[in-house]
């Protein structure tokens, strides 16, 4: 008898314990999203092919002493709807390879793209670097040092 009761507890506190997958998309992929993701911003508005919606930039930064960035944009399209879906997502691996903190950015989108303007902290001597980026499409981006 005791037996029983002891495994009826278990399972009655396993059946409790356990959490049900949400049923909202949005909250179960807010759930999803990496720890390591610490910046999401929406960096202008894009139209195409009879699509519109914006851009997403997020931040992802991982490292010890030395804390590096990784960049990823994304577009996201609007629906007559209301509702969003995410079409396509790049990395920029340039920054990446730089081992760099990206201590703020701004950007700007017009009929041609995006353009990106990153200020960044460098463990390197000499410090502090700015760079561009200029979005075009999923498939053809340049990533350079500031001319400024």
Not at 30 to 51: E, F, K, M
């Amino acid at each position: 008898m005791l037996k029983r009761t002891a495994l009826a507890v278990a399972v009655a506190g396993g059946l409790i314990s356990t959490t049900p997958a949400l049923a909202d998309a949005i909250a179960d992929g807010v759930s999803l999203l990496p720890g390591a993701i610490d910046d999401v911003r929406v960096a202008g508005t894009w139209s195409r092919d009879g699509q519109s919606g914006v851009y997403r930039i997020l931040i992802g930064r991982g490292g010890g002493n030395d804390i590096t960035a990784r960049m990823f944009v994304q577009w996201v399209a609007y629906h007559s709807d209301g509702s969003a879906t995410l079409l396509n997502t790049i990395e920029i691996p340039e920054l990446a390879e730089l081992e760099v903190d990206v201590i703020d950015y701004i950007s700007e989108s017009d009929q041609d793209g995006l353009t990106v303007y990153i200020q960044a902290d460098n463990p390197a001597p000499g410090g502090d670097e700015t760079f561009e980026l200029f979005v075009f499409s999923p498939t053809e981006y340049r990533f350079e040092a500031a001319t400024n």
